[in-house]
């Protein structure tokens, strides 16, 4: 079974910097779209950031120019570099996947365990 685990929340002071990374367990095919949604608190979830297969990439306008988001296909790995962090950067963020089975006869989306971001003073 597929299992997306990801890692590298945490509490930061504003202006700081952190690293999420996500990757599967389990077999699986390729991966093709890669993305990272947030839930701040008493909100409902929003894209953060999203990365097709061909390395395309998308950002919530309220990113841009702080954030980036790879991909390293030999790991099978997304991340999310955050910089310049905001108090209003706080929520649970979450991973998604697209995975295709191990013949790539199908594409399934996959979610993350979500992992806790404070940025506080």
């Known amino acids: 079974q597929v299992q997306l685990v990801e890692s590298g929340g945490g509490l930061v002071h504003p202006g700081g910097s952190l690293r999420l990374s996500c990757a599967p367990s389990g077999t699986i095919g390729s991966i093709d779209a890669m993305a990272w949604y947030r839930q701040p608190p008493g909100k409902e979830r929003e894209l953060v950031a999203a990365?097709?297969?061909?390395?395309?990439?998308t950002y919530a306008d309220s990113v841009k120019g702080r954030f980036t988001i790879s991909r390293d296909n030999a790991k099978n790995t997304v991340y999310l570099q955050m910089n310049s962090l905001k108090p209003e950067d706080t929520g649970i963020y979450y991973c998604n996947l697209q995975i295709r089975g191990p013949y790539n006869d199908y594409v399934r989306s996959y979610w993350g365990q979500g992992t806790q971001v404070i940025v506080s003073s």
């Open positions: 990365i097709t297969s061909g390395g395309t990439t």
